[in-house]
């Protein structure tokens, strides 16, 4: 039977705002809790196991029960460190025992507010897929991060490792608050997961967590990340070539560009003209550049004297920045399994990798599983379904 891959496929990248102030510090911790809750979705089994057979039929022999989805609005921290409500969805199996696993699953890039956690509809999202992990015995957490959902006025910090992982572990935080106020408890287990930028934010969430102490993680399982943005960009700015992503990487960019007191810079450092009046132009950036606006050449696109600072290391203030976002520079604990499509065209093999040699050097008890012959989006559903054999039991 043919299969279709339409169910689970993940969007790639996300933007963030021009702000040229210093990160406000503040004097209190703010202290994440619940602001509000309310039931927002319910689905029947059925309808979750027609969609997983789909594009597979190896879940053809689990029972999936029905899964009910509540929206939670909590307090958290925006990227300058300022105090702001955000959202998350939290799905829960009907009748739930208590013998299943929490999972925290972290999107993907979103290019569309609409695809939010809180906001989807059964379909091509991450709802989706923490519906179908609900419905197969788990609880499932999925923040919808800063700049969607409830919070969905700011602009959202793509790739900024500080914030994707404070607001994500808020999230769990008060997740984990609700399902004790409601008496429902798990089996102890705690699974992470996330895809292409989830897979970054994943493991930023995994460091976080084994710092503050507070969960311990039996696993994260991540796949098609960047993982060391630092090599990943000076791979890209040597390319002389068309790059077909080259729109999310000036998305990259433009964050860490708009955060970090030490840069906020003017468009024409970095790039050449017109493309620097094209970029100066746009009010919001919060989504790839549209690629009729730049150049999909770096050597064309950006100034020959900014990328050459920053391939010889003369540009510290960007270096800095870049290095503070990799998610690979420290001893994890529990087991990272990093997934990877041996035919990945998009964010390069080599990211995969590369993180599985700098985990393993550090000591941490890293694996790499090679997805014969599938690319950025084909190895989506194979890393799922590696994922579901590691989370449940009965599927091993």
């Not at 960019?253 to 493309?275: C, G």
């Not at 499509?341 to 390069?348: D, I, K, R």
Request: overall charge negative; proline content about 6%; glycine content about 6%.
């Amino acid at each position: 039977m043919k299969r279709s891959y339409t169910l689970i496929l993940f969007t790639l990248f996300i933007f963030c705002e021009k702000r040229p102030i210093e990160p406000l510090q503040i004097k209190e911790e703010v202290t994440p809790h619940i602001i509000s809750h309310e039931h927002t979705v319910g689905f029947s089994g059925m309808i979750l196991k027609f969609f997983a057979h789909g594009f597979t039929h190896s879940l053809d022999d689990i029972i999936f029960k029905d899964v009910q989805g509540i929206k939670i609005i909590y307090q958290t921290v925006d990227q300058y460190n300022e105090p702001t409500e955000a959202s998350g969805m939290l799905m829960i199996p009907e009748n739930f025992d208590g013998n299943g696993p929490l999972i925290s699953l972290q999107h993907s890039t979103l290019a569309d507010n609409n695809k939010a956690p809180t906001n989807s509809k059964l379909g091509v999202n991450e709802l989706t897929s923490a519906s179908i992990m609900a419905a197969m015995g788990a609880v499932v957490v999925v923040p919808d991060f800063i700049g969607y959902g409830h919070s969905s006025n700011h602009k959202h910090p793509y790739q900024y490792k500080e914030n994707i992982a404070r607001t994500a572990y808020d999230f769990l935080g008060v997740a984990d608050e609700y399902l004790k106020e409601k008496k429902i408890t798990t089996n102890g287990d705690l699974f992470l997961t996330g895809y292409a930028q989830g897979a970054d934010a994943t493991l930023a969430l995994h460091q976080k967590i084994e710092e503050e102490n507070q969960f311990t993680v039996t696993h994260s399982l991540v796949g098609g990340g960047i993982y060391n943005i630092n090599t990943f960009f000076k791979e890209i700015f040597i390319k002389n070539e068309d790059l077909p992503l080259m729109g999310t990487y000036v998305w990259i960019l433009e964050v860490l560009n708009s955060i970090y007191p030490t840069l906020q810079r003017p468009m024409d450092f970095y790039f050449n003209e017109p493309y620097a009046s094209n970029l100066s132009k746009i009010k919001t950036i919060n989504e790839p550049i549209d690629i009729n606006l730049i150049d999909t050449n770096p050597q064309k696109l950006f100034k020959k004297e900014f990328i050459d600072k920053l391939i010889n290391g003369e540009d510290k203030a960007l270096l800095d920045a870049i290095t503070d976002q990799g998610v690979t520079d420290w001893k994890p604990v529990a087991p990272i399994p990093i997934f990877q499509g041996t035919s990945e065209s998009c964010l390069y093999k080599s990211n995969g990798v590369r993180a599985y040699n700098q985990i393993q050097a550090r000591g941490g008890n890293v694996m790499y599983v090679p997805l014969e012959g599938k690319n950025h989006i084909g190895a989506v559903i194979p890393y799922l379904l590696e994922t579901f054999k590691i989370i449940f039991p009965p599927l091993r």
